[in-house]
């Protein structure tokens, strides 16, 4: 597998993101509820974030998240993980940990101190995936509509080889 940076617009990323957001549509708590928002390409462009791809040794997409800048906190640089998905018949593999992981990874990278995210409670697998990997609830930062629950991890600066 390999992580590739692309625009959320590229044609397969764009199609990876039109299965998540029906199938967040699909599950929302309230039916029509869930409003989409796609996500702007200039704000997942480094040095202020990334969109990645994540796709199998055939190179099948598998699942994309991004990194997107907001206003430094009172630690400095902050991201905010967005859009984090992996297609359902590649679920159960430690795909989403894997996504994460290199997101955190690049976000070190980009000399972020802390991540935040949000997500809704109806995501119990996410929920779980952002905890084992060490974010704890944080108030909301955000006012989106389709979020019950924030969550932030500080980011301890990776040495230099």
């Known amino acids: 597998m390999r992580f590739v940076p692309v625009s959320p617009a590229e044609p397969t990323t764009a199609a990876l993101l039109d299965e998540y957001f029906l199938e967040r549509s699909a599950g929302f708590a309230v039916p029509g509820g869930y ?5 702007d390409p200039p704000s997942f462009r480094p040095p202020d974030g990334v969109f990645l791809r994540l796709d199998g040794d055939d190179g099948a997409p598998l699942g994309c998240g991004g990194l997107r800048r907001l206003p430094d906190d009172e630690h400095g640089r902050r991201l905010e993980v967005k859009h984090l998905f992996v297609a ?9 940990a ?4 290199e997101l955190e990874h690049r976000a070190r990278a980009l000399g972020a101190a802390t991540l935040v ?36 991890k500080r980011l301890a600066t990776e040495p230099e080889a």
């Open 88 to 96: 359902p018949g590649a679920r159960g593999r430690g795909l989403g």
């Open 98 to 101: 894997a996504l994460l992981a």
């Open 35 to 39: 409003r989409v928002a796609r996500p």
């Open 117 to 152: 995210l949000d997500t809704n409670r109806s995501l119990v697998a996410a929920a779980g995936l952002y905890r084992r990997a060490g974010f704890l609830p944080v108030p909301a930062y955000n006012d989106n509509p389709n979020a019950t629950d924030w969550y932030g």
